[in-house]
C-alpha cells in the first residue's frame, strides 16, 4: 500500500511550523513568477520611475503658496499608488490569472493551507514594494533633491506602507470573486483604480479638488496612504495645506485599518478555487 | 488490472442518492457508486453529462444538494488537511506553469505532502527528467501533460483524480502514460479516471461506469457491459436503390436503414437470419449482397448508443477489426 497515514500533523505547534514553511515555499513561487516577467517588472517598477521622472521634470516648481516642490508631492504620491497597484491591481489580475487556468484548483486540492498560499502572494508583494521604494528614494534623491526620512519618520514609512500592503492585498484578493476574467479585468480593476489615483492625490495635489470630491476619495485607502507617505516626506508646514490642517496620522491608520479587515473578512468568506458554486 | 475487492475493506468511494442542480438544470441526478480501495474506475459520458460535476464533488470543490459522499473514509466538502493529503489531481493546466522549470514546481508541489515521493522519482516516472530544468513556457503541450501528471503523483495519493490525462497525445505518448497509469494503480493505488476515449477506459479500468444527463446509466466491467447491451449481433448490407425488398427477411421494415441506404438489423440468431437472407438472395438471383458484414457491435457503438448519439458505425468503420 502506498503513502502511510503515518507523518500526518494534528499537534499544533508543528501545525503553525507547517504552515510557514509552506509560506516560504508559495512566497518563492510568487516571486519568482513576478519577476521572471519582463513585463511585471517594467510596469512594477520602471513605469513609476518613468513617470515620476517626466512629471517631476515638466513641472519643476513649488506647490502654491508653500514652498514644497512638486516633486516632493508627487514622490509620495507614486510610492503610494504604486504600492497599491502591486498589492491590489497586480495581485487580483494574477490570482484571477491562475484561477482562470486551473493553477488554484490545484491548490485547492493539495494540502497547501490557504493561510500559507495567502502570506506568500502579500509576501512577494511586500517585497515589490520595498523595491518600489528604493528606487523611488534613489530617483527622488538624486533627482529632486528629496530628503530621507529622519528618525520617526522612518516608523512612519514603516507602518503606513505595512498598513497600505495589507489593505491593498486584502481587497485585491476579495476583488477576484467578481472578476470573471482577466479578460474582462480592466473596468472592474483597472479603470476604477486609475480613476481613484486621480482623485486621490497622487498626481493632482489633493487639496486643490472641490469638496465633495475630496469626501468620495477619503472613503478608499489611497487617499489615505498618500497623505500618510507625504508626512514622511514633505516638511510639516506642507500639512496647513492638507484638507484637514494636519497630517491626520490617526485618521490614516483607522481608514487603513477597517480596509484590513473588511478586505480580509471578504476575503477569507468569498474566496474560491474555482469560479462557481 | 486488479479486482475490485468486495470484501471488508471500505470502499475508497461511496457516493450515495447524489444529486446537484444548478438553477433549473440538474448536473447530477441520484447517482449512487462505489469505488473499492486500489481499483481502476473509468467515468465516462459526454460533455455536459455531468461527471465533471460529480468528480469535482468528489474532490470536495462543490458540495451536493442531496445525498452523501464519503471519500477515503471523509467528506470531501470538509476539504480537511488529511483529506487533500491523501488524494492527488492531475488536470490540465495552462499558463501559470510557465515560469517555472518543471524541477521547481515538483519540488515545491512535494513539500506540502506528509509522504512525498521524491521529486526526482515523480519526474523520473513521467519522463521528465531530461528536461527538468527547462520553463514551462518552452514545454510542448505533451510536455505539460507530462508536468500535470507529475504534480498530481509527487504527494503519492492513495487516491488518484485523472480528468482526461491523454488528451491531446500521441499514440506513443498514449501508450506511454498507461503505462505510468498501470503501474500507479499496481502499487495500490485507486484511481478514479474521466476520459472520453473507449479504448482508454477498456485498457485501463477494471469498471466503467457511463453517466449520462446526469444519471449513471451503466455500470460494470468491460466484460459485464459486453453481456449486457453487446449480445445481438448485427447483419448489415447495402442494397442497390432499385432491388425490390419484397420477401426480405423478417421484413424489409425491420431493418434499419440510413440515409445512404444501408440497411442494419440485431439479431441474438444470426445465423438463421443468415441463412434466410442468402436463401432470399439467391432467390433473387443475386450473386452478392452488397457491402454486407456480420459482426458484434464495438465497445464504441455500444457507449455511443447508450448515450443517444447517432451511431457513426452505420457502415463499417476505416479500419476494420478482425471478425
Known amino acids: ?277 | 488490472m486488479q479486482s475490485p475487492s468486495l470484501t471488508t475493506m471500505p470502499p475508497a468511494i461511496s457516493v450515495s442518492g447524489v444529486t446537484k442542480r444548478y438553477g433549473p438544470v440538474t448536473a447530477v441526478d441520484g447517482v449512487d457508486l462505489e469505488i473499492a480501495e486500489g481499483e481502476v474506475y473509468a467515468l465516462l459520458g459526454p460533455n455536459g453529462a455531468g461527471k465533471t460535476t460529480l468528480v469535482e464533488m468528489l474532490e470536495g470543490f462543490r458540495k451536493a444538494d442531496s445525498g452523501e459522499i464519503s471519500v477515503l473514509g471523509m467528506d470531501p466538502a470538509d476539504g480537511s488537511l488529511a483529506f487533500r493529503s491523501r488524494i492527488g489531481i492531475v488536470l490540465q493546466s495552462q499558463g501559470s506553469i510557465d515560469t517555472y522549470t518543471a524541477r521547481e514546481l515538483v519540488s515545491a508541489w512535494s513539500a506540502a505532502y506528509p509522504n512525498p515521493m521524491d521529486p526526482e522519482s515523480a519526474l523520473k516516472l513521467v519522463g521528465l527528467s531530461e528536461h527538468a530544468d527547462r520553463r514551462g513556457k518552452k514545454f510542448s503541450g505533451g510536455m505539460r501533460r507530462r508536468l500535470d501528471f507529475a504534480l498530481g503523483v509527487v504527494g503519492n495519493p492513495d487516491l488518484l483524480f485523472l480528468d482526461e490525462p491523454t488528451t491531446g497525445f500521441d499514440a506513443v505518448a498514449r501508450r506511454q502514460s498507461w503505462e505510468v497509469v498501470r503501474s500507479l494503480s499496481a502499487e495500490g493505488r485507486t484511481i478514479l479516471l474521466t476520459t472520453h476515449y473507449l479504448d482508454e477506459a477498456e485498457a485501463l479500468a477494471d469498471r466503467i461506469g457511463v453517466i449520462s444527463e446526469g444519471k449513471l446509466i451503466i455500470e460494470g466491467t468491460i466484460w459485464d457491459l459486453r453481456r449486457e447491451l453487446g449480445t445481438s449481433t448485427r447483419i448489415s448490407w447495402r442494397p442497390d436503390p432499385e432491388l425490390d425488398l419484397a420477401g426480405l427477411p423478417q421484413e424489409a421494415s425491420a431493418w434499419r436503414r440510413t440515409e445512404s441506404g444501408r440497411l442494419t438489423l440485431e439479431t441474438n440468431e444470426p445465423t438463421r437470419l443468415l441463412r434466410d437472407l442468402l436463401a432470399w438472395s439467391a432467390l433473387r438471383g443475386l450473386d452478392e449482397l452488397p457491402e454486407l458484414w456480420v459482426r458484434s457491435p464495438s465497445l464504441e457503438e455500444i457507449y455511443l448508443e447508450l448515450v443517444g448519439a447517432e451511431s457513426e458505425a452505420q457502415d463499417p468503420p476505416l479500419v476494420e477489426a478482425a471478425g
Open chain 1, 1 to 277: 500500500m502506498t503513502a502511510a497515514a503515518g507523518t500526518l500533523v494534528t499537534d499544533r505547534a508543528e501545525l503553525l511550523r507547517r504552515t510557514v514553511r509552506l509560506s516560504w515555499v508559495q512566497f518563492v513561487l510568487a516571486f519568482k513568477a513576478t519577476v521572471r516577467e519582463p513585463q511585471a517588472v517594467f510596469f512594477l517598477i520602471l513605469f513609476p520611475i518613468m513617470l515620476f521622472v517626466i512629471f517631476g521634470s515638466v513641472f519643476p516648481w513649488e506647490i502654491d503658496g508653500t514652498d514644497v516642490k512638486l516633486s516632493h508631492y508627487l514622490a509620495a504620491g507614486i510610492i503610494g499608488s504604486s504600492l497599491f497597484g502591486t498589492s491590489f491591481m497586480n495581485l487580483s489580475i494574477g490570482l484571477v490569472g491562475q484561477r482562470e487556468d486551473g493553477w488554484l484548483k490545484r491548490l485547492g486540492g493539495s494540502p497547501v493551507p490557504k493561510l500559507s498560499f495567502f502570506a506568500g502572494q502579500i509576501g512577494s508583494a511586500l517585497v515589490i514594494t520595498v523595491a518600489q521604494v528604493i528606487a523611488m528614494l534613489i530617483i527622488g534623491i538624486a533627482a529632486f533633491g528629496l530628503d530621507l526620512p529622519s528618525g520617526t519618520q522612518w516608523l512612519t514609512l514603516i507602518w503606513v506602507l505595512a498598513l497600505g500592503v495589507a489593505a491593498g492585498c486584502g481587497m485585491g484578493i476579495a476583488v477576484t470573486r467578481i472578476i470573471p476574467s482577466v479578460r474582462s479585468a480592466p473596468p472592474v480593476v483597472n479603470f476604477p483604480f486609475i480613476g481613484l489615483q486621480f482623485i486621490s492625490g497622487v498626481f493632482l495635489n489633493f487639496d486643490i479638488l472641490p469638496t465633495w470630491l475630496q469626501w468620495l476619495a477619503s472613503v478608499f485607502p489611497l487617499r489615505w496612504l498618500c497623505q500618510g507617505l507625504r508626512s514622511v516626506f514633505l516638511p510639516d508646514e506642507f500639512q496647513n495645506v492638507e484638507p484637514g490642517g494636519s497630517w491626520q496620522l490617526e485618521w490614516v491608520a483607522i481608514v487603513l485599518l477597517i480596509w484590513i479587515v473588511v478586505g480580509l473578512a471578504l476575503a477569507v468568506r468569498t474566496f474560491r478555487w474555482d469560479q462557481s458554486g
